[in-house]
């Protein structure tokens, strides 16, 4: 019989090995990952055990009069070990539900994790989620390419590649995350917004992580002219974030880094998520950089938000 707790930090280790074990966790589900910010969400994630073993956890925080999995996360959701089959995870969400429920909580946001970054098929949370009366209420569109099958980058791609290569750049791994920081401030606050992280934030989970959060750049003497932030998940590898100067928007730096990226540093991986493309909520498409992605192969991958009414 299935059981449900609440997770507490002595369950750490226990929370990491079924992380690493599972169909659809990755490392971002990792507690060294999860809290970094800790501060900001009073957490609420669960651990879901049969015969005292575990075979599920749900990454949550508490967010206002109901749960999230998970607010700092990209995505989260119940993360499943091959034991937890489709009527096993039925059983575990209504728990999980009834569980949030007696605790006086009117509803859970659930963001599952995208199939791309599934190491084996485990999408019976969404079935059962249906079944449990939850809803579709956002839907982002992102940008990945099968790296196997990719159809080849467009003619006018492969002309900025060969510009950048002609003027001399040249792509290697960074070290310095204030240029990058710096830079990605900058081209950020062209569209009212800012990173995700601070400075602070990249230079801890730079060191919880090496080899998993690796820095790309492009560099004409010492000015940086692109850069590219990359979270490898082993299978997946994941541009976090993307920066160009004028300057390198001007030489098609950053097509050279992405085109060097896919081509030759990642491209035995089964993929290379680009991010998402839309705005407010998921409900705009910004056209013009989805349209940059497509130019080098890319197609969409859902990542959704389901709303279950608690009570």
């Not at 990755?26 to 073993?53: C, I, K, Q």
């Not at 989970?205 to 010492?222: D, T």
């Amino acid at each position: 019989m299935l059981s449900v707790r609440p997770y507490a930090p002595a369950d750490a280790a226990r929370w990491n090995a079924l992380v690493a074990s599972s169909r659809n966790g990755n490392w971002l589900h990792l507690r060294e990952y999860m809290d970094y910010h800790a501060e900001r969400y009073r957490d609420a994630s669960l651990m879901v055990e049969r015969d005292g073993e575990v075979v599920a956890v749900l990454p949550a925080h508490l967010d206002g009069d109901g749960v999230a999995s998970h607010a700092g996360l990209s995505y989260a959701g119940l993360l499943s070990s091959p034991a937890l089959r489709a009527a096993a995870t039925l059983d575990a969400l209504a728990r999980i539900g009834e569980h949030y429920r007696q605790r006086g909580l009117a509803h859970l946001l659930y963001k599952p994790v995208p199939h791309l970054f599934h190491a084996y098929p485990a999408e019976e949370d969404l079935y059962a989620l249906h079944r449990l009366g939850a809803r579709l209420c956002r839907r982002d569109l992102s940008s990945a390419i099968v790296l196997a099958d990719a159809p080849r980058f467009t003619s006018e791609r492969r002309r900025s590649i060969a510009r950048a290569r002609q003027a001399g750049l040249r792509v290697s791994v960074g070290a310095d995350l204030a240029d990058f920081h710096a830079l990605l401030v900058q081209v950020l606050q062209r569209h009212g917004a800012v990173p995700t992280h601070r400075l602070d934030e990249l230079r801890l989970l730079h060191g919880r992580f090496p080899g998993r959060i690796v820095l790309y750049e492009v560099r004409s003497g010492a000015a940086l002219l692109a850069a590219a932030l990359i979270y490898d998940f082993g299978r997946v590898a994941h541009a976090q974030y993307l920066a160009a100067s004028a300057e390198g928007r001007r030489l098609d730096a950053l097509s050279l880094l992405l085109a060097e990226l896919i081509e030759h540093v990642y491209a035995q991986r089964r993929g290379f998520s680009l991010g998402a493309s839309t705005e407010q909520g998921g409900t705009v498409l910004n056209e013009g950089l989805v349209e940059q992605k497509e130019r080098f192969g890319a197609r969409a991958v859902v990542h959704d938000v389901y709303e279950w009414r608690l009570r």
